[in-house]
C-alpha cells in the first residue's frame, strides 16, 4: 500500500499529460490569477419545491459583471454532491468566472424531468439575483461531468428550442452561451448503464423509448445549439468515449462549433481526477466563447 500511494501522484501526472485537443488551439488566452469571494450553501430552489436545494456561489474580484458558469456534478444521478467539483469551481473563479456550483434531486425518489427542472431553476435564480451578486446574466455558461454534463448539457440544447422540456421551467432565459461537458452520456437509448439508466428515466428503454430519446442531449442538437467542449477519457467503461464521437458528430452535422478534448489512457474516473490540464483548456474555451 506504501508503494502504491508512492506511485499514484507520478500516475497521475503522467497521464494529465497524455491527451489530444482538436482543433488544436495554439493561442491560448492567459489572465493573472484572481482572487475570489465563496458563498456558501444559498438556497436557489422556489420555495414550494419538493426539496430544498443549495449552491455554492464563487464571485471573483473583478471589475463590472462577472461571466458565470453554472456547474454540475456528477454521480450516475443518484449521489455524490457539488463538493466534488470544488477544484474546479476554484479554478474557475480565479480566472475570473463567477462559479454557480448546485446540487439537484436524485434518483429514484425523483425521475426525469425533475433534473433538469432543477437546472432550470438554478439558471433563472442567476437572471434574478445577478445585480446583488455582481453577475452577469447575459454571459453564462456550463460545466458538467458525467450524469452533471448530461444535465447541463440537454439545459443547452434544449432552451432555444420550442421542446416541452422547457414548460413551465425553462425557455431562452435558462440558454448557455457554451458549455463545457466530461465523460457526456449524450445517447441514452445507445447508453447500455443498466440500473442507473433504469431508475433515472423510471423504466427500461422497451417500454419508455421515447423517454430515452427525450433525455438524450443529442436529440435537441440544432442549428441554435451553443459551442461545446467536449473531453473523455478513451478507456471509459462506464461512458463510452463513443458517447462523446457522436456527440460531436451531430454537432458537426448542425455546424455548432466544438472541440474535443481526447485523453488518452484514461477512464472514467480518472479522466475527472487528471483533468487539470483539460479544465484548463476549457477554461480558455470559455473565455472565448462567453459573449456568444
Known amino acids: 500500500m506504501i508503494i502504491l500511494a508512492a506511485l499514484i501522484p507520478g500516475t497521475l501526472a503522467w497521464l494529465s499529460g497524455c491527451a489530444s485537443h482538436h482543433p488544436a488551439v495554439t493561442q491560448p488566452i492567459d489572465r493573472p490569477e484572481t482572487e475570489f469571494t465563496v458563498h456558501s450553501a444559498i438556497a436557489f430552489s422556489p420555495e414550494q419545491w419538493p426539496q430544498k436545494l443549495y449552491a455554492d456561489l464563487y464571485v471573483p474580484a473583478v471589475s463590472g459583471a462577472a461571466p458565470v458558469v453554472l456547474m454540475v456534478h456528477g454521480g450516475g ?61 447575459f454571459r453564462v455558461s456550463g460545466f458538467g461531468f458525467s450524469s452533471g454534463a448530461h444535465l447541463v448539457a440537454l439545459l443547452a440544447t434544449v432552451a432555444r428550442t420550442n421542446d416541452d422540456l422547457n414548460t413551465p421551467f425553462g425557455g431562452p432565459e435558462t440558454a448557455l452561451n457554451a458549455v463545457v461537458a466530461g465523460g457526456l452520456p449524450s445517447d441514452l437509448p445507445a447508453f447500455g448503464s443498466g440500473k442507473l439508466l433504469r431508475q433515472f428515466l423510471g423504466g427500461d428503454p422497451e417500454h419508455l423509448s421515447e423517454r430515452y430519446q427525450q433525455a438524450s442531449p443529442i436529440s435537441h442538437v440544432n442549428a441554435v445549439t451553443p459551442p461545446f467542449f467536449l473531453f473523455h477519457g478513451t478507456l471509459d467503461m462506464l461512458v463510452p468515449f463513443s458517447q462523446t464521437k457522436r456527440f460531436a458528430q451531430e454537432l458537426k452535422e448542425n455546424e455548432v462549433y466544438h472541440e474535443v478534448y481526447k485523453m488518452h489512457l484514461r477512464g472514467h474516473i480518472t479522466s475527472f481526477l487528471t483533468a487539470g490540464t483539460a479544465v484548463d483548456s476549457a477554461a480558455h474555451f470559455l473565455i472565448r466563447h462567453q459573449s456568444n
Not at 434518483?107 to 426525469?112: D, R
Open 77 to 137: 444521478w443518484e449521489r455524490r454532491s457539488r463538493s466534488d467539483m470544488t477544484w474546479v469551481a476554484e479554478t474557475l473563479a480565479s480566472q475570473g468566472f463567477a462559479v454557480f456550483n448546485v446540487d439537484y434531486r436524485f434518483a429514484p425518489e425523483f425521475t426525469f424531468p425533475a433534473q433538469l427542472h432543477d437546472l432550470q431553476v438554478a439558471r433563472q435564480w442567476i437572471n434574478q439575483n445577478a445585480g446583488e451578486y455582481g453577475l452577469d446574466a
